[in-house]
């Protein structure tokens, strides 16, 4: 069992950064595969970004390849989403997403545990 907690959402400019950070809770999380999620109103749910238990491998979607990071701490159980050279269209709920695996995958079907949100806005 995953517990996930997501914080570092907020407003800010075009052009700003936020950084994400998902807290995890369960002795599997060094274990799992994770995966940042959005969704914005009237959209579906996509994947933003993905990362292997290790942290050796990542996936971006187009739209966040070059500006989005993610990144792993095993030893502190979190995980982050460094967002750099934020767009409008970037504003949406942030998911933190772990699977019981260690391999990514884009199929948000394929993780079995969520956090509850939380909302970045960008204004231009």
């Known amino acids: 069992q995953v517990q996930l907690v997501e914080s570092g959402g907020g407003s800010v400019q075009a052009g700003g950064s936020l950084r994400l950070s998902c807290a995890a809770s369960g002795r599997t999380f060094s274990y799992s595969a994770m995966g940042w999620f959005r969704q914005a109103p009237g959209k579906e749910r996509e994947l933003v970004a993905a990362?292997?238990?290790?942290?050796?491998?990542?996936d971006y979607a187009d739209s966040v390849k070059g500006r989005f990071t993610v990144s792993r701490d095993n030893a502190k159980n979190t995980l982050y989403l460094q967002m750099n050279s934020l767009k409008s269209e970037d504003t949406a709920v942030y998911y933190c997403?772990?699977?019981?695996?260690?391999?990514?995958?884009?199929?948000?079907?394929?993780?079995?545990?969520w956090g509850q949100g939380t909302q970045v806005t960008v204004s231009s």
């Open positions: 997403a772990a699977r019981a695996s260690p391999l990514f995958t884009a199929n948000l079907n394929a993780y079995n545990y």
């Open positions: 990362i292997d238990w290790a942290g050796r491998y990542t």
